[in-house]
């Protein structure tokens, strides 16, 4: 199996569509990786592959290799930053344009999700998070089963659930939480997406969503709830044109006010390598805190089961 060498597999998951997953594994992406773990992702949204262009390597290609497919890079690994290196697979890197429309029914899905699984050779990787598609169907049966039957024990530690707060949302998520209940996957948290919006003009958040439903739905079910993540515009500015995020003075994420650059704790603003790379200049955005704290607290957990 492709996956002998990857140490811990995270499945982000949700049963509602639109929810933020695609962005949600970016940005634990991104913050492991910032961490110094050497990190992995697999898109199996076969008909909505979105990752290649939320990396911004929509036009690279996979290549093959003897026993399976080697994926592609996101960036190298910097050991003098404490950077590890980032790599994607994805439907999206197999089309020939991006707007190819993927019709397939049941069966060849479930044959693509096993081909994944099995022939993406990832080498030495820390965390493969598992970017799915909305709802319990095909695909996650064939996920599910398949790293059931052929993962290492302690290999899949867990899923990762994602829900925006609004009662319409949560109440389909509530069937993701109950798959994995059914099919034995660890819930390691919850994450509610989309918790509020922070105007950057006046600086208001307005809980565009209402908000608190991700907390309230994660005590229901006995679940750890790992935080709450607001709309931030220059997010979609970054992945989208490449832009470092900026924001006015007076501009408040989570308690923190933040500046043009990177906070370093002594009112100073830290110099990042100009050198092009996203997950340099994510460093900016006002996500990463956030993120950062959720992705900590992911590799504690998962740590401190292992050591069980």
Request: contains cysteine.
């Amino acid at each position: 199996m492709s996956l002998d060498r990857v140490k811990h597999i995270i499945l982000v998951l949700s049963g509602k569509g639109g929810v933020g997953k695609s962005s949600v594994t970016t940005q634990l992406a991104f913050s492991l990786s910032l961490a110094g773990h050497s990190v992995g992702v697999l898109d199996i949204d076969l008909t909505g592959p979105s990752l290649p262009r939320l990396f911004n390597i929509e036009s690279a290609k996979v290549t093959q290799a003897p026993g399976g497919w080697i994926p592609v890079p996101v960036h190298a690994a910097n050991p003098e930053l404490g950077v590890g290196q980032l790599r994607c697979m994805s439907l999206g890197f197999l089309l020939r344009e991006r707007g190819d429309a993927v019709v397939w029914r049941g069966p060849k899905k479930t044959a693509m999700v096993r081909q994944f699984l099995n022939e993406v050779l990832w080498g030495e990787c820390d965390y493969l998070l598992v970017d799915t598609p909305p709802g319990t169907s095909d695909e996650h049966i064939s996920l599910a089963e398949t790293l059931l039957k052929q993962a290492q024990p302690g290999q899949v530690s867990g899923a990762v659930v994602v829900t925006t707060p609004q009662a319409v949302a949560t109440a389909d998520v509530k069937k993701e939480l109950n798959f994995c209940a059914k099919t034995g996957i660890n819930v390691l948290g919850v994450v509610e997406n989309m918790s509020g919006f922070v105007c950057p003009h006046c600086s208001e958040c307005t809980n565009v969503f209402s908000s608190g439903g991700g907390k309230i739905m994660a005590t229901e079910f006995g679940v750890k709830f790992l935080g709450s993540i607001p709309i931030d515009p220059q997010l979609v500015i970054l992945v989208e044109e490449g832009i470092r995020p900026t924001y006015p003075a007076g501009t408040e994420v989570d308690g923190k006010e933040l500046g043009r650059g990177i906070a370093t704790g002594n009112g100073d603003e830290a110099e990042e390598p100009d050198d092009g790379l996203l997950v340099h200049k994510y460093k900016s955005c006002s996500l990463y805190p956030l993120f950062g704290g959720i992705a900590a607290e992911l590799v504690t957990d998962i740590t401190s089961n292992l050591a069980v």
